[in-house]
């Protein structure tokens, strides 16, 4: 095998540097552990964006990966597989009982939303898509400019028109924006790259009642914080409200790419053909292996772990917060963990990382961590030890 300095060679010279990366070379992975090519193991408490939900290479996923690659790896969306049938069923019946469109990314998945609350809503001339400042929703240009964070805009100008930002939790700002061509209101249901912000109940349920009054569609963003990843199915599930329309992504392949829009069938019909399209959308091999997360989630009671864990993990963060004044606030939603600190926290992540451990730093000043769902108390244990090194260390330079 190469070394890890030859790899990066090769990434200097070929691969286009639009990523800090850092100098791990990543070869192996099994549950909550990690293997770089110096054969250093790395205990991983953040699951790559929250993609590897059930740790690394589950046998159930892999199972049905292999399976399906043996059998039909690809069919043109002009016919029928069953792989992407089951799956929609999965996701139709834990949420809210819409039709799903298939595609590859969350980007995708945002964008597909932003073009259906759009053509839904052409009859009527409304157009206008109200995001939330600190959003994350994708790169391509129209989720993009939803995003609600301008240092993501900065170069791409111009931007698509029609879009329109409110302080994330702030009802009243919504409610401001809101004119006779809105057409949709768009949010993810707990904000993950703006630093793991929880809305509470109120703000949520007069979201869904500010869409009702005006005949607008919600739109939430679940790519990061759906599929278990709270407790629930969905985070909107916490809230007692449905939305018209949910996209999913990150964890939904069990770490193969795939992004889904699912829709009310009223507003779902809309997508007539010709409309929207995506060549490797609901590929029968992303699909199969999304099949085999949801019915793992649920052989394995994954729920009610994610409950127990974050629960426990909460109370060891709560811990450390009475014992390190750098430690501002422990913000935690099931496994979908922010522990805001009064400093930058990219260090303490690199520091974490030499000492065997992945969390993330995002937002300059939160620390995220988003462990697998079957994590157990004995990894938490393990990394809440390696965390406290870290910032008893960082803490004594402030
Ligand atoms: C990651 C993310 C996206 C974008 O997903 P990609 O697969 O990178 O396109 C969109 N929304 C949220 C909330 C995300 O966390």
Redesign the pocket.
């Known amino acids: 095998m190469q070394t890890t300095d030859e790899i990066i060679k090769l990434y200097d010279d070929y691969v286009i540097p639009n990523y800090i990366r850092h100098p791990i070379v990543q070869v192996k992975g099994d549950g909550v552990y990690i293997w770089d090519a110096n054969g250093k193991r790395y205990l991983d408490l953040f699951s790559g ?2 993609v590897s939900n059930l740790g690394h290479c589950h046998p159930n996923v892999v199972d049905a990966i292999q399976k399906q690659a043996a059998l039909l790896q690809h069919a043109p969306n002009i016919y029928y597989t069953v792989p992407q049938g089951e799956l929609a069923k999965r996701i139709s019946v834990n949420s809210f009982g819409g039709q799903c469109f298939f595609c590859n ?6 964008e597909a939303a932003i073009k259906l609350a759009r053509i839904h809503n052409e009859d009527k001339g409304k157009f206008k898509i109200i995001t939330m400042n600190d ?5 391509t240009l129209a ?1 993009l400019t939803a995003t609600g964070q301008p240092k993501y805009h900065k170069g791409f100008a111009p931007l698509v028109t029609g879009f329109a930002y409110a302080p994330f939790g702030d009802l009243a700002q919504v409610e401001k924006l809101v004119d006779d061509e809105t057409c949709a209101i768009m949010l ?1 249901t707990v ?3 703006g630093g793991i912000n929880i809305p509470t109940m109120e703000y949520i349920k007069g979201i869904r009642e500010l869409c009702d009054r005006n005949d607008i569609l919600l739109i939430l ?5 759906g599929m278990g990843r709270t407790g629930k199915h969905f985070a909107y599930q916490h809230y007692g409200i449905e939305p018209d329309i949910m ?1 999913l ?2 964890a939904l392949g069990g770490a193969i790419a795939i ?1 889904a829009m699912t829709a009310r069938k009223e507003i779902a019909k809309s997508l007539v053909p010709g409309t929207h399209a995506s060549t490797f959308g609901g590929n029968p091999l992303a699909c199969a292996a999304g099949v085999a997360v949801f019915d793992t989630m649920k052989s394995e009671n994954m729920l009610d772990n994610v409950n127990k864990m974050g629960t426990y993990l909460r109370e060891q963060l709560d811990k450390l917060a009475k014992e390190f004044d750098i430690i501002k606030e422990v913000r935690t939603l099931g496994l979908m963990i922010g522990v805001e600190l009064t400093i930058p926290t990219s260090d303490i992540v690199k520091k974490c990382m030499d000492a065997g451990l992945f969390v993330n730093s995002t937002h300059d000043t939160v620390i995220r961590i988003m462990p697998q769902l079957n994590v157990k108390k004995e990894h938490l244990d393990e990394g809440i030890r390696i965390l406290k090194q870290v910032l008893q260390t960082e803490a004594q330079k402030v």
């Open positions: 964006w929250a990314s969350g980007a995708e998945a945002n959003s994350f929703h994708g790169r989720t993810e904000q993950g790259e963003d679940e790519v990061q914080c996209t992504a990150k992004g």
